[in-house]
Structure formats: structure tokens, C-alpha cells
């Protein structure tokens, strides 16, 4: 039930993103760089260094945009 439970989860994640990705290229990029930043905040004191780029959370957000846009017709 608990392995269920957290494939629910990132399910819904991963569909409440690519909705967004739909809606905005732009909500989506400040999710993903939020995302981007708690990821950073996690990982900076192992590695000493940023892990992820916020930049490219934002080019990769209007990169789906664009090909969910395609897909959507």
C-alpha cells in the first residue's frame, strides 16, 4: 500500500507539472527552479557546491512547454 501510495504521488507530480508546463512556460520554470533550489539547499553541504543550475531549470521549462504545446495540437 505505502509503495502504491508514493507511485500516486509522483504520478500526480509529474501531471500537475506537465499541466502547468501546458498552461504557462513560465509558472512551470519558477517551479522547476523552486524545485531546482530545495534540490541545491539538500545536496550543498555533501558536495560544497550548487548541484543544479536555475537557468536551466528555466530553459528546459520552456522547452517542454513548447513540445506539450505540440502534443496538445
Do not use: K
Not at 517551479?31 to 550543498?44: E, F, T
Amino acid at each position: 500500500m505505502t509503495a502504491a501510495a508514493i507511485l500516486l504521488a509522483i504520478a500526480v507530480g509529474v501531471a500537475f507539472l506537465l499541466y502547468l508546463g501546458y498552461r504557462s512556460a513560465e509558472r512551470l520554470g519558477d517551479a522547476l527552479a523552486w524545485m531546482a533550489r530545495l534540490v541545491n539547499a539538500v545536496v550543498r553541504p555533501f558536495i560544497h557546491r550548487e548541484y543544479l543550475q536555475e537557468e536551466r531549470a528555466h530553459y528546459f521549462a520552456a522547452e517542454v512547454a513548447e513540445g506539450v504545446g505540440h502534443v496538445a495540437g
